[in-house]
């Protein structure tokens, strides 16, 4: 195959065949663009599509920037200015604006414009193009809608709203601004707000729920910037690619620490030795793991067990059991029936 290489002379002899004004009408009736140009006196001249554009008969109207003015929305304008200094300043006419046609349809336009100078440098007139983006802009408010309310949803939200990736790294939080210690949360930085005997529970949760595309849904406790811990409910639903492949995950992680104590407080006082010897069991933690994880004693844990009715203890004794257990996995059950334990 004989390869063509254009030439310059060869495009410039291809000028010779082709009309200005025949060029200019073609991209105005193609694209439903319109041009216009302005002297250094103000002077304007519009292009048959400016006029399009605008609404306007050419045969009318005489083109002037008053003109133009009065045909932008009245929100849209800017302060009046001079039209000689179009010349000096070719941003007055420069953007996107709401026209308003003789027939009271509203138009969106975008003009771009350039000033040329003459021989000495000086400016000597302004030339811009304009097109209509109605439809653009109407594709765009959906969009803009959405944008809206996801703003209005950030600042809504109780607690703090966050973007994830499957193996489990925060990739962004969305509504951080007033929550200085956010930034902690950053890859796999939640990870390490955890007490370290939850760690593997919550790696295990989040384990499940990326391989099953199922919400993620767990409690947890997560360190405070002066070292104490409070319990948090964290939630996350994956959001789908268009392929139906998991994208992302997008999560919020609520403070629930008032209401787990009061929560605690209330079974605590029904938690009984079989409980806590299943719960026990259910993890495959020995006695001395368990007196480990709540500085309880061990033979304190034995004499617990060993009970068939509700444990007699101090109230917090009894809350740091139950809170071991839980954020470890386990469930306790306090229903009107025979109380049980399951893994959460």
Same mark, same amino acid.
């Given at each position: 195959?004989?390869?063509?290489?254009?030439?310059?002379?060869?495009?410039?002899?291809?000028?010779?065949?082709?009309?200005?004004?025949?060029?200019?009408?073609?991209?105005?009736?193609?694209?439903?663009?319109?041009?216009?140009?302005?002297?250094?006196?103000?002077?304007?001249?519009?292009?048959?599509?400016?006029?399009?554009?605008?609404?306007?008969?050419?045969?009318?109207?005489?083109?002037?920037?008053?003109?133009?003015?009065?045909?932008?929305?009245?929100?849209?304008?800017? %302060?009046?200015?001079?039209?000689?200094?179009?010349?000096?300043?070719?941003?007055?006419?420069?953007?996107?604006?709401?026209?308003?046609? %003789?027939?009271?349809?509203?138009?969106?336009?975008?003009? $771009?414009?350039?000033?040329?100078?003459?021989?000495?440098?000086?400016?000597?007139?302004?030339?811009?193009?304009?097109?209509?983006?109605?439809?653009?802009?109407?594709?765009?408010?959906?969009?803009?809608?959405?944008?809206?309310?996801?703003?209005?949803?950030?600042?809504?939200?109780?607690?703090?709203?966050?973007?994830?990736?499957?193996?489990?790294?925060?990739?962004?939080?969305?509504?951080?601004?007033?929550? %200085?210690?956010?930034?902690?949360?950053?890859?796999?930085?939640?990870?390490?707000?955890?007490?370290?005997?939850?760690?593997?529970?919550?790696?295990?949760?989040?384990?499940?729920?990326?391989?099953?595309?199922?919400?993620?849904?767990?409690?947890?406790?997560?360190?405070?910037?002066?070292?104490?811990?409070?319990?948090?409910?964290?939630?996350?639903?994956?959001? %789908?690619?268009?392929?139906?492949?998991?994208?992302?995950?997008?999560?919020?992680?609520?403070?629930?620490?008032?209401?787990?104590?009061?929560? $605690?407080?209330?079974?605590?006082?029904?938690?009984?030795?079989? $409980?806590?010897?299943?719960?026990?069991?259910?993890?495959?933690?020995?006695?001395?793991?368990?007196?480990?994880?709540?500085?309880?004693?061990?033979?304190?844990?034995?004499?617990?067990?060993? $009970?068939?009715?509700?444990?007699?203890?101090?109230?917090?004794?009894?809350?740091?059991?139950?809170?071991?257990?839980?954020?470890?996995?386990?469930?306790?059950?306090?229903?009107?029936?025979?109380?049980?334990?399951?893994?959460?």
């Amino acid at each position: 195959m004989r390869k063509i290489i254009t030439t310059g002379a060869e495009l410039r002899h291809l000028e010779n065949y082709l009309d200005p004004s025949e060029i200019l009408r073609f991209f105005e009736e193609k694209f439903g663009t319109g041009v216009w140009r302005c002297d250094a006196e103000g002077r304007m001249q519009w292009s048959r599509g400016f006029y399009g554009l605008l609404g306007l008969d050419p045969n009318a109207v005489a083109p002037s920037y008053a003109e133009i003015e009065r045909r932008i929305h009245p929100e849209d304008r800017r %302060p009046q200015r001079d039209p000689r200094e179009l010349a000096f300043d070719r941003f007055l006419l420069d953007g996107e604006f709401r026209i308003i046609r %003789p027939n009271r349809a509203l138009r969106w336009i975008r003009i $771009q414009s350039e000033t040329f100078l003459n021989s000495a440098g000086e400016p000597e007139c302004v030339v811009g193009v304009a097109i209509d983006i109605t439809e653009q802009r109407r594709s765009l408010q959906p969009l803009k809608t959405d944008a809206g309310r996801y703003a209005a949803l950030t600042q809504v939200a109780g607690g703090l709203l966050w973007v994830g990736s499957q193996d489990g790294r925060i990739t962004a939080l969305l509504n951080a601004e007033d929550k %200085p210690d956010a930034h902690r949360f950053f890859g796999k930085g939640w990870l390490d707000l955890l007490p370290e005997e939850e760690r593997e529970t919550a790696l295990r949760i989040w384990a499940a729920a990326a391989e099953t595309g199922q919400p993620y849904d767990v409690e947890h406790r997560l360190r405070q910037s002066d070292g104490s811990y409070r319990w948090y409910h964290c939630r996350a639903v994956p959001v %789908p690619d268009a392929d139906g492949s998991v994208r992302e995950w997008l999560g919020i992680s609520t403070d629930v620490h008032e209401e787990r104590l009061s929560t $605690q407080h209330v079974a605590t006082w029904r938690l009984t030795g079989a $409980q806590l010897r299943a719960a026990r069991g259910m993890l495959n933690w020995s006695v001395k793991q368990l007196a480990a994880r709540t500085g309880i004693s061990a033979a304190v844990i034995r004499r617990l067990e060993e $009970q068939n009715g509700l444990l007699r203890l101090p109230d917090e004794t009894l809350t740091t059991l139950c809170a071991t257990l839980s954020s470890a996995g386990i469930e306790f059950i306090f229903g009107a029936g025979k109380p049980g334990v399951r893994p959460r």
